[in-house]
């Protein structure tokens, strides 16, 4: 018999519950609105902010034909393909140091603003900050382009550093890659200066040995390489360079201290030529940028009265609940 009536108590009565709601509507509907005007304000701080989004992708294989031939004059094996791509890693490579992004991000109203007041080292770091906003995205398997973004309070200011960081970047590539092929150059220089120097070492110790043997002329084929029974399979590179004869290898000291290295110069016009040219690394079209606006004011505004709604009932349930507890106390 005890047993029925506490479970009887402790039954939730959702009838009285939904009757106190009712009741206390006013309430409810106050808290609701209060929470609402507390959305429209927290939707009006918040700044527009716009999600400005381009992809830029290599170029065809016939722009890039003048710096895939200076490569390629280096000897080095590379298809226009992954040459292509490997001029879009560079790319994002040089992007991502961000020292473009903060070039044309300090000059911007906002940031101006915001850094005007500060000293060199916290303007430094808050610039850092704002280079957060800025995204790239390399390329996959699936795609071969990639996507830059940017998140920006003005459609046109954050279109133009878009515009302006890609551009920038490009010369800056452009010197990069410039920069990297005269140093390969020099390098190509001095390793062919070492062997030729190294080769002219050689061949004057292989001619004072011939001047000294009196071997002017050549005595290679002179040379008698098989024995009674056997045959020894020597060729003539094996056999000592002095027995060319000194008047021949003579000639060839002669010759490599006479090279014009023809094709060392062929390379530094091409390299010249390069800096001075207009060339488009990668393609992108700044008229195909993707708007996608990040605010979402209703949603903001539902939540506000959902969460309005939700503060009121609880109230009223507390308050009702704290009401009849009071009264129970009165009557005992």
């Known amino acids: 018999m005890n047993k029925n009536f506490h479970s009887h108590n402790n039954e939730i009565d959702f009838s009285k519950i939904f009757i106190t709601i009712l009741n206390d509507k006013i309430k409810i509907l106050l808290f609701t609105i209060i929470s609402f005007l507390i959305g429209i304000g927290y939707s009006y701080q918040t700044p527009n902010n716009y999600k400005i989004s381009l992809n830029i992708q290599p170029v065809e294989a016939f722009e890039l034909s ?27 490579n040089e992007l991502k140091d961000y020292e473009e ?7 911007t109203k906002k940031v101006i603003e915001n850094i005007s007041n500060l000293d060199n080292e916290n303007k430094k770091r808050e610039l850092y900050k704002y280079t957060k ?14 996507n830059l973004n940017i998140i920006w309070d003005n459609i046109d200011e954050g279109t133009k550093i878009l ?28 390793l062919a200066l070492v062997k030729d120097k190294e080769r002219l070492n050689y061949l004057s110790e ?51 201290k006479s090279r014009s290295y023809k094709k060392f110069e062929i390379i530094n016009q091409e390299i010249q030529s390069l800096e001075n040219e207009n060339i488009d690394l990668i393609y992108y079209n700044i008229y195909s940028t993707e708007i996608k606006f990040l605010k979402n004011t209703i949603f903001i505004l539902i939540v506000s ?22 009264s129970s106390k009165k009557n005992l």
């Not at 710096?67 to 560079?90: A, P, Q, R």
């Not at 992004?101 to 000059?107: A, G, H, I, Q, S």
Request: no cysteine; aromatic share 8%; charged share 25%.
């Open 66 to 92: 003048k710096v895939l031939s200076i490569y390629k004059l280096f000897d080095e094996d590379v298809g226009i393909k992954d040459f292509n791509l490997l001029i879009l890693e560079k790319f994002i």
């Open 133 to 146: 906003l800025f995204k790239v995205v390399p390329p996959n398997k699936k795609k071969d382009y990639a």
């Open 163 to 190: 515009q302006d960081t890609i551009n920038l970047t490009l010369n800056n590539l452009i010197d990069s890659i410039s920069t990297e092929l005269n140093e390969k150059l020099k390098l190509e220089k001095k």
């Open 206 to 256: 292989q001619s004072s040995i011939a001047s000294e043997l009196n071997i002017s002329d050549n005595q290679v084929d002179s040379v008698n390489l098989s024995q009674s029974n056997v045959s020894l399979n020597i060729t003539t590179a094996d056999l000592a360079y002095y027995l060319r004869g000194y008047k021949a290898i003579d000639k060839e000291i002669d010759l490599i």
């Open 101 to 107: 992004l903060t070039f044309y991000l300090k000059d």
């Open 305 to 326: 009265i959902l969460l309005g709604l939700f503060i009121g009932i609880i109230y009223v349930l507390i308050s009702n609940m704290t009401n009849i507890q009071t």
